[in-house]
């Protein structure tokens, strides 16, 4: 049986992949804050452990002779605008967090076999070109990819202890109840639907299924290592995407939400990130042989959105 630890188990990602995880029959024991408010939204078979990851305490003793340590914790993204303050927080509950989770098991007298600690593809920059980026592509210099730099670096102390580190570069993960499709889909259905921005920029999307797929295929081939884009194949602009739900909720497109409106509602630093976009692709999934159930994005909103 593998034992896993996971931060950030109780998220939209985390939940997915925890839940998936028990299903397979792995022993799962999720780090969360709140246990009391964290019963009962996972599979019945997943432990709960109180933890502060701001501090060390006796939650280290749960990295112990664990077979995958699972870092999913961070602050939302685009979820309210980047203050002086939120981006401090922002950087506090992914690159803190990482390095304090990181140090931990560093410590640890029988180590994790991995810590697979989540990054994003923000790495490479908020673009606006078309050029095609696998893991080795430039990466980007504003805000958002340096604090997915310093999310990187931060899993140096259990790298240098001869942990396996892997870094799963998270595209746009696709699910129905919730993330960034679940918040597309309300105007779709009231026939108001339709791109952000000029829908230019590139959205490198995943089905939440390959994205449990990805995380089980990185633990179990021990020879794998460093970042891993976990996107599909065919990345998407946000153009296609929202002519892709408008086809599959048969609503069609019909208006487009513009820069200005954006801002106004979240502010200027997460309308920048969803105004812009990367291309990014999985190169070393595909060297490495993993096969995607959701290559192509209809497909994918198909078993999403579509009729059940």
């Given at each position: 049986m ?11 990602i985390?939940k997915?992949?925890t839940n998936a995880?028990a299903?397979?029959?792995w022993?799962?024991?999720?780090l969360?804050r709140?246990?009391q408010?964290?019963q ?16 060390l305490?006796?939650w280290?003793?749960?990295l112990?002779?664990?077979d995958?340590?699972i870092n999913?914790?961070g602050?939302g993204v ?5 203050t002086?303050d ?11 967090v990482?390095h ?8 640890t007298k ?7 600690s ?6 490479y ?6 050029e ?8 980007g210099?504003?805000?958002l990819?340096e604090l ?6 931060a899993a140096?102390?259990?790298?240098e202890a001869g942990?396996?580190v892997?870094h799963?570069?998270i ?10 499709l679940?918040k597309?889909?309300?105007p ?6 339709g791109?952000i921005?000029d829908g230019k920029?590139?959205?490198s ?5 390959d994205?449990?797929d990805?995380f089980v295929?990185l633990?179990?081939?021990t020879?794998?290592t460093g970042p ?5 194949p065919n990345p998407a602009?946000?153009?296609e995407l929202?002519k892709?739900?408008g086809?599959v909720l048969?609503?069609g497109t ?16 997460p309308?920048s990130a969803i105004l812009t976009g990367q291309?990014?692709?999985p ?7 993993f096969e995607?159930?959701?290559?192509d994005l209809?497909?994918a909103l198909e ?6």
């Amino acid at each position: 049986m593998i034992r896993a630890v996971v931060t950030g188990g109780t998220g939209f990602i985390g939940k997915k992949l925890t839940n998936a995880l028990a299903a397979r029959g792995w022993l799962v024991t999720v780090l969360t804050r709140d246990v009391q408010r964290s019963q009962g939204a996972l599979h019945e078979s997943v432990r709960l452990a109180g933890w502060n990851p701001r501090v060390l305490g006796p939650w280290v003793e749960e990295l112990e002779a664990v077979d995958a340590v699972i870092n999913l914790a961070g602050e939302g993204v685009v979820d309210q605008p980047w203050t002086k303050d939120r981006l401090a927080e922002l950087k506090a509950s992914r690159v803190d967090v990482t390095h304090r989770l990181s140090s931990a098991i560093a410590q640890t007298k029988k180590k994790p076999k991995v810590l697979i600690s989540a990054s994003a593809v923000g790495i490479y920059g908020m673009r606006k070109d078309d050029e095609v980026l696998g893991e080795d592509g430039s990466l980007g210099d504003d805000v958002l990819a340096e604090l997915c730099k310093s999310w990187e670096r931060a899993a140096d102390p259990a790298r240098e202890a001869g942990v396996r580190v892997v870094h799963p570069r998270i595209g746009v993960v696709l699910g129905a109840d919730g993330g960034a499709l679940q918040k597309m889909l309300m105007p779709f259905k009231l026939h108001v639907g339709g791109p952000i921005g000029d829908g230019k920029q590139w959205v490198s999307w995943v089905h939440w299924r390959d994205l449990v797929d990805a995380f089980v295929f990185l633990h179990d081939k021990t020879e794998l290592t460093g970042p891993f884009n976990i996107t599909a194949p065919n990345p998407a602009t946000m153009e296609e995407l929202a002519k892709a739900i408008g086809l599959v909720l048969h609503t069609g497109t019909h208006f487009r939400v513009p820069p200005f409106a954006l801002k106004m509602a979240i502010g200027d630093g997460p309308a920048s990130a969803i105004l812009t976009g990367q291309r990014a692709v999985p190169r070393k999934l595909e060297q490495a042989g993993f096969e995607w159930s959701y290559p192509d994005l209809v497909p994918a909103l198909e078993n999403l959105i579509g009729p059940k």
